[in-house]
């Protein structure tokens, strides 16, 4: 059963069943499986990568990956957190995208260097920036074409090429 502090930070909006996940007890060996009950593409993504599913981190998640691939800087995951009444602290909204980069869920993408977005997109591709509205857009992989690349430093290997290109109205 949820107790009550899981269900007041993920929120009602996020969080509605009230039995274990919407499993019946009497089932325990469905625990074992991947199981079709809420939310739990996002808890075996996670667990896949061995994150802890906390529910902050099943409601951000939640937000994340739900849905069509996307560009969010922290500051709009959190403004989203707030929007779906997630009771989240801004440290924790701040420190899971890091997380979830380091567990190869998200790519970050540097645009500058005061702000850096999470792409949900892990295929190969590369993005535009645009300035005047401060949004990516992606540009597939095979569009961009590199003719030579220098070598990695001594005791390295290159292990990705991430290419933005920014653009601005005329």
């Excluded at 977005?117 to 095979?142: A, Q, S, V, W």
Aim: with cysteine; charged share 25%.
């Amino acid at each position: 059963v949820i107790d009550r502090r899981f269900r007041r930070e993920l929120g009602p909006k996020i969080w509605p069943c009230d039995n274990n996940y919407g499993i019946d007890q009497s089932n325990a060996h469905i625990r074992h499986m991947e199981i079709t009950r809420p939310y739990s593409q996002v808890i075996n993504r996670l667990r896949r990568v061995k994150l802890r599913p906390t529910c902050q981190r099943i409601a951000l998640a939640r937000l994340l990956f739900d849905g069509a691939d996307r560009h969010v800087t922290a500051e709009m995951l959190h403004a989203e957190a707030q929007e779906a009444s997630i009771q989240v602290s801004p440290a924790t909204v701040y420190n899971t995208p890091h997380q979830f980069t380091a567990a190869g869920l998200l790519r970050e993408i540097v645009v500058d260097p005061q702000r850096c977005y999470f792409d949900t997109n892990m295929n190969d591709h590369h993005h535009f920036f645009f300035k005047g509205d401060n949004r990516l857009e992606d540009i597939p992989g095979e569009e961009v074409v590199l003719a030579r690349l220098p070598e990695a430093p001594a005791g390295t290997k290159v292990t990705g090429v991430d290419v933005v290109i920014r653009v601005s109205e005329d």
